[in-house]
């Protein structure tokens, strides 16, 4: 009985954060994000079905917990400034609550400008007073977008002219004002940056709490766009690991403008940059193509493993792009891309990525082990494809 209480002490001090380790996004935060379907029409009915949803589909327990209500949830600043929510969200700390009572996260968005994208009220001036209202709600991700905040930096450039720098020490400025108003609060929170990759905030966002920030501007439902975000991020590996990661923008899977083919290169790119995964299409109607891309166990594992390191390109050739990300164990993942119109054969040499000796090769979208394989493996592939590979000793 002795033992079993100070084994259970030990458990519980060393299940402890030790001082300085991060709470927060230690793996690529993974959740759900209202704008890509909802839009400016999003409701607190919309929100809590996507939170039943998440429970219900199995996606809650594949690692998508954060429910994030993105633009338009605002209203108008009382006498005090305090800030409330509009006639679609009649209560957002009970939203909070509910969210919270099914096992999930509950995210908020708002802007350093004066008013956000779709020209909502912004947290300008009332930094403080956001995050404290934040934290009485429960938040527990803020994704902060530089919307009109833009105005001031084209200001601060007009009335300095002789300074270079003044539009984005203005900017870092507001993006650390933010992340320390959210320390204050002392309630941990993600803090995603969206500021479409303007002065490099791979560069300086950890050191203001970042958590993740946006590298591109936004994404849409088209192969076109998603593919020319993924592919532009060769490169950014090095700035990525656990507690701050590149953000190449949320999910478009299921919203229907993609085949199967190229939601599967979507998936694929995605956890080979160790992106969050914040799904993007309405839940509540979800084929079962949609439902097997997004919650392929196998692809989720290469975007959360434990070694946190953010993969890069391989070789390009035309159409043809092949990508790898190194995990933990001394595996590797590796994605044969064919952007092409026509079915087309990709290859990798496995000597080249580590595995001189050959290794276990494993197809994730098959769900197939393909044997110990040595030198080149090839792989014939659909037109706009991927096939995604774990390879291990
Ligand atoms: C954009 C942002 C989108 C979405 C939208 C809301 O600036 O990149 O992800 O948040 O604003 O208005």
Redesign the pocket.
């Known amino acids: 009985m002795r033992v079993l209480a100070v084994l259970s002490l030990v458990f519980a001090v060393s299940s402890l954060p030790l001082p300085g380790q991060t709470k927060v996004a230690a793996a690529p935060p993974m959740g759900w994000n209202s704008?890509n379907h909802f839009a400016g029409h999003v409701t607190d009915a919309d929100v809590r079905s996507a939170a039943d949803s998440l429970v219900s589909t199995g996606m809650r327990d594949a690692g998508y917990v954060y429910v994030n209500v993105?633009?338009t949830w605002q209203g108008k600043r009382d006498a005090d400034g305090v800030l409330h929510a509009n006639e679609r969200f009649p209560d957002m700390k009970a939203l909070g609550d509910y969210i919270h009572s099914k096992g999930l996260k509950f995210g908020i968005?708002s802007s350093p400008g004066a008013q956000?994208?779709?020209h909502y009220e912004g947290s300008l001036g009332h930094e403080a007073q956001d995050a404290k209202l934040y934290a009485e709600w429960g938040v527990d991700f803020l994704?902060y977008?530089l919307?009109s905040f833009q105005d001031n930096m084209r200001k601060a450039e007009t009335e300095h002219p002789d300074d270079p720098s003044a539009a984005k020490n203005l900017m870092i400025a507001a993006y650390r004002k933010m992340g320390d108003a959210l320390k204050a609060t002392g309630r941990p929170m993600v803090y995603s940056l969206?500021q479409?990759g303007v002065d490099q905030p791979w560069k300086w966002g950890p050191e203001l709490g970042a958590n993740m920030w946006?590298t591109t501007d936004?994404i849409d439902d088209s192969y076109g766009r998603m593919i020319a975000i993924g592919f532009s991020q060769a490169g950014l590996a090095k700035y990525a690991g656990p507690g701050h990661w590149n953000d190449p923008?949320?999910l478009e899977i299921g919203n229907g403008k993609m085949t199967e083919d190229e939601y599967k290169t979507h998936m694929s790119l995605w956890v080979l940059l160790a992106a969050p995964l914040l799904a993007g299409n309405d839940l509540t109607k979800m084929t079962e193509a949609d439902k097997n891309i997004l919650m392929n166990k196998e692809a989720i594992a290469i975007d959360q493993d434990a070694l946190g390191k953010q993969g890069d390109r391989l070789y390009e050739s035309g159409d043809l792009d092949v990508w790898t990300k190194p995990l933990s164990g001394g595996r590797v993942a590796v994605g044969l891309f064919n952007r092409s119109w026509s079915t087309r054969d990709v290859s990798v040499d496995l000597g080249e990525i580590g595995f001189k000796s050959g290794g276990s090769v494993r197809d994730v979208w098959k769900q197939k082990d393909m044997g110990h394989r040595s030198g080149v493996f090839a792989s014939r592939i659909p037109k706009h494809g991927v096939t995604l590979l774990v390879v291990s000793k």
Do not use: F, G, S
Request: glycine residues 0%; aromatic residues 18%; hydrophobic residues 20%.
């Open positions: 704008w993105d633009d968005y956000t994208c779709a994704k977008d919307c969206c479409y946006r936004d923008d949320m």
